[in-house]
């Protein structure tokens, strides 16, 4: 019985908008965002859009593998639904806030895409466990994923904004649904 089907769900959507990018039946351009396509063009699907869009193999690889390993904790732990919920609230609500930290940094050009926010969503929601059930004895346990998101999110041209947005996002909406 496979447990986590919304995770391969998610990975075989990046995978077959990737297939559809490379045959050239999709633009990656096209599915970008950025502050001044989404909110002064009012293209808001691109929220969406962009974080099912990669434009090489290594970033959909990494983003792949990075999916299935948090994706696949994320969703045993809390259930398909919230597993869901987690990951669309997080890349939504993070994608905004960090549409706004870059607007108020007059940066509303620079376009990004990927799953990597919304699967830092995911993370916020496997540190939300770590800490509850081991407090901060369990740092040992999140000492790898946040160096990896760190150091992710210092290459140039990687919207780290956007990641870290998005890990908070999700770490509140994971605490949200502890609390009812």
């Known amino acids: 019985m496979l447990y986590y089907y919304v995770t391969i769900c998610l990975i075989v959507i990046n995978v077959a908008v990737f297939l559809m990018i490379r045959s050239g039946k999709l633009y990656a351009e096209a599915l970008t ?14 929220i969406l859009t962009s974080a099912f869009a990669h434009e090489d193999p290594i970033h959909l690889l990494m983003n792949m593998i990075s999916l299935y ?10 259930g398909h639904l919230w597993m869901a919920v987690i990951y ?3 890349m939504i609500g993070g994608k905004l806030l960090s549409l706004y930290i870059r607007h108020a940094n007059h940066d509303d050009y620079s376009s990004s895409l990927g799953a990597s926010g919304a699967i830092s969503g995911l993370l916020g929601a496997y540190f939300f466990v770590i800490l509850r059930y081991y407090g901060f004895g369990g740092f040992e346990h999140l ?3 946040i160096i990896s998101l760190v150091l992710i999110s210092s290459i140039p041209g990687v ?18 649904i502890h609390m009812f």
């Not at 780290?160 to 949200?176: D, K, N, Q, Y």
């Open 159 to 176: 919207d780290g904004t956007s990641h870290f947005c998005c890990m908070a996002v999700g770490l509140v909406i994971t605490w949200l």
């Open 88 to 90: 669309f609230a997080s």
């Open 33 to 46: 965002m950025s502050y001044h396509i989404v909110f002064n063009r009012g293209q808001y699907h691109r």
């Open 143 to 145: 000492l790898r994923p």
């Open 69 to 78: 390993n948090v994706g696949s904790f994320v969703e045993l732990y809390f």
